[in-house]
T-cell receptor
Framework: DAKTTQPPSMDCAEGRAANLPCNHSTISGNEYVYWYRQIHSQGPQYIIHGLKNNETNEMASLIITEDRKSSTLILPHATLRDTAVYYC??????????????FGTGTRLTVIP | DTAVSQTPKYLVTQMGNDKSIKCEQNLGHDTMYWYKQDSKKFLKIMFS???????INETVPNRFSPKSPDKAHLNLHINSLELGDSAVYFC??????????????FGAGSRLTVL
């Protein structure tokens, strides 16, 4: 079952920052926030994940609120190739691999030229 | 080199046939998965194997049988194919040594069409 709520769609102008929100008000203490995206006709692609602190990598930044009930994925300079469905997922960071990542409906981000 | 490779990429077959989809990963990961994405684009886990041992088996018909000959391979065999099996099947892998271990690397998908 979905533990996250995301807007179904968003638009962003090319070159601008894309800020994708996610609500996860029932997140447990041992659950991480993961972001994946799926570009049309491709397999899902891992973007970033975090537990409590904000995280940044070469693809994006993840801002998690202090109460951990919501987060925002930031693509700093969106390009046309960032057009995709973005999934926010919460799941324990269990190292057995026994946890089911639940992909909800995600947010369809369209980057506009 | 492709990290997670699936074959075939496209598969068109008749109802009642038996077919297999193969998956191989060269990342040294110890956990592999099969996901199914239906026509409504919902992506759902089917199976998870850790070091050749089945650890997740969601509610999937017995006609679906995963086989893991070694930790680098996870094949999916489907018996008596039905129209509802038409979907895109994604293989994925992850490493249990990575903190926050649900970092999955997915293959490009295998589109199965049952006529």
């Amino acid at each position: 079952d979905a533990k996250t709520t995301q807007p179904p769609s968003m638009d962003c102008a090319e070159g601008r920052a894309a800020n994708l929100p996610c609500n996860h008000s029932t997140i447990s203490g041992n659950e991480y926030v993961y972001w994946y995206r799926q570009i049309h006709s491709q397999g899902p692609q891992y973007i970033i994940h975090g537990l409590k602190n904000n995280e940044t990598n070469e693809m994006a930044s993840l801002i998690i609120t202090e109460d951990r009930k919501s987060s925002t994925l930031i693509l700093p300079h969106a390009t046309l190739r960032d057009t995709a469905v973005y999934y926010c997922i919460v799941s324990p960071g269990d190292q057995t691999g026994a946890n089911n990542l639940f992909f909800g409906t995600g947010t369809r981000l369209t980057v506009i030229p | 080199d492709t990290a997670v490779s699936q074959t075939p990429k496209y598969l068109v077959t008749q109802m009642g046939n038996d077919k297999s989809i193969k998956c191989e990963q060269n990342l040294g990961h110890d956990t592999m998965y099969w996901y199914k994405q239906d026509s409504k684009k919902f992506l759902k886990i089917m199976f998870s194997y850790n070091n050749k041992e089945l650890i997740i088996n969601e509610t999937v018909p017995n006609r679906f049988s995963p086989k893991s000959p070694d930790k680098a391979h996870l094949n999916l065999h489907i018996n008596s194919l039905e129209l509802g099996d038409s979907a895109v099947y994604f293989c994925a892998s992850s490493s249990r040594t990575f903190v926050g271990a649900n970092v999955l690397t997915f293959g490009a998908g295998s589109r199965l069409t049952v006529l």
